[in-house]
């Protein structure tokens, strides 16, 4: 997911309105070299600045590539899908309290980057929660079957 993640940066992002479409990447790394982007994201959002994608971008990708290194090393420990939800439900508040990335009319005009983060984010929050749920029935049937060969005592009621 984080790797899909970074994808979406190369995708277009908002129109401005005769000018070429910049990624979000672009626009984020180059504001100056999409003004266009900037002024055109002013019409619908009042003292908009390329800086306030800063939270939404910036910490999703530090965190996406710590979450990438990890995975290589730590492959199929339940840390690694535990930091991916983590790491979704980050994008995802990040995604609903930045202003240019939610749905409003600018969508219309683009908008498909991040329309497919937030998606990213949302399939990072369903693995981890998938993961963890095979987890814990994979462990009740251990306990179980444990119970059933009697090996383990019953806990005491309290």
Not at 2 to 14: D, H, K
Request: charged share 10%; net charge positive; aromatic share 16%.
């Amino acid at each position: 997911m984080p790797v899909l993640f970074f994808a979406t940066q190369f995708l277009p992002y908002y129109h401005a309105g005769g000018g070429p479409l910049p990624s979000l990447g672009s626009y984020f790394w180059q504001p100056d070299a999409n003004t266009q982007t900037t002024e055109f994201l002013s019409l619908f959002y009042a003292s908009f600045r390329a800086n306030d994608l800063i939270a939404a971008l910036l910490g999703t990708q530090f965190i996406a590539l710590v979450l990438i290194i990890i995975t290589l090393i730590l492959k199929d420990r339940g840390v690694v899908a535990l930091i991916l939800g983590c790491w979704g439900v980050y994008g995802i508040y990040t995604f609903l309290t930045t202003r240019s990335l939610t749905f409003s009319p600018v969508l219309v005009y683009g908008g498909i980057a991040s329309l497919l983060m937030l998606t990213v984010f949302f399939v990072s929050v369903v693995i981890s929660a998938v993961f963890f749920l095979l987890m814990y029935k994979n462990y009740s049937k251990a306990v179980a079957v444990l119970r059933k060969s009697g090996q383990m005592e019953e806990s005491p009621q309290i």
